[in-house]
């Protein structure tokens, strides 16, 4: 699958799963001492399904696996879980499911999420291992999805491992960074998002993106991701909002949720127009956003084509 000028017009991937589980009175811990989603798609596969028919009835050109936190660090939380290729699996499944039930040519996209937890760099594991899982997740996925895609790597190690492996089992892989923390223009690693461009480059992906910030955030990112010829966001429903702190806080996610604003899917969509305006081929959501984000970014895609046709 190619974004690159395939449709004519940007494409729309899916909203966030953690978001629309806790919508639906889902069990949902805290994904940094537990394994978060994941315990929904061991539990109640079907309603993630069910997420997926959502977001493909609300406009999605792309939907996810839904094995983000089923990694063999993470499930070490929860020892009589399945493995990390058997969640991987049914994952996929579900996603072929919601295609097939919809009727429509709803592409997937095969997950490579971090090892261990999100936006804990300095928790990854080494190099041989990391390949291992990446992978073994890429036999799951070869033939059977439309593209890998790495979601929010957090240092430019695990970033290119995850894409070059994945290029190993896809013709199409995405390369999504995250520069969530209290420097807007790093990882949280502390690299410089602009350098890990500069690596991503070297590999060849169809598409880098940056995923898991605030939405103004992520505008500030895009003359770095043009250096890519086809590039992407997904960001979450809030702006960056500065509050007093006492002292340095390091982790990044608390130091985001501690700088925001929530925003609605009405607002959400504006910032959408902007990536558009300024070249994204592909735009969706993250955290915070719901099948009500992609209705509104479904309205904008459609009234963008025909605006641009006439």
Request: proline share 4%; net charge negative.
């Amino acid at each position: 699958m190619s974004v690159s000028k395939k449709l004519n017009k940007p494409l729309i991937l899916d909203s966030a799963l953690g978001t629309e589980l806790e919508n639906r009175g889902e069990y949902l811990p805290s994904f940094k001492t537990s394994i978060w989603s994941a315990y929904c798609l061991i539990h109640n596969p079907e309603v993630i399904k069910q997420i997926h028919i959502d977001n493909i009835e609300a406009g999605a050109d792309v939907i996810t696996t839904s094995n983000y936190q089923a990694t063999p660090e993470l499930l070490k939380r929860e020892p009589s879980a399945p493995s990390y290729e058997d969640l991987a699996k049914r994952s996929l499944e579900l996603c072929k499911e919601a295609v097939i039930q919809t009727g429509t040519q709803t592409k997937i996209a095969g997950c490579y999420p971090p090892i261990h937890v999100t936006f804990r760099p300095d928790l990854s594991a080494k190099e041989k291992k990391l390949r291992k899982f990446y992978e073994t997740l890429g036999e799951v996925y070869q033939g059977e999805v439309d593209v890998i895609i790495c979601e929010t790597m957090a240092s430019i190690y695990e970033g290119i491992i995850a894409a070059s492996t994945a290029k190993n089992f896809s013709d199409t892989v995405w390369l999504s960074w995250t520069t969530r923390g209290n420097k807007l223009n790093r990882l949280p690693s502390t690299e410089l998002l602009d350098l890990a461009i500069s690596e991503g480059l070297k590999l060849d992906v169809e598409c880098q993106l940056v995923n898991c910030v605030h939405a103004d955030t992520a505008s500030l990112a895009i003359e770095k991701l043009k250096q890519e010829k086809t590039f992407g966001i997904y960001a979450n429903s809030s702006i960056y909002k500065k509050n007093k702190l006492e002292g340095f806080v390091s982790d990044s996610d608390e130091w985001h949720y501690h700088n925001h604003q929530p925003i609605n899917h009405v607002e959400y969509r504006d910032f959408v127009l902007e990536w558009i305006n300024n070249g994204a081929s592909v735009i969706g959501g993250c955290c915070r956003t719901t099948t009500e984000h992609i209705k509104e970014i479904k309205k904008l895609v459609d009234n963008y084509e025909v605006a641009n046709i006439n």
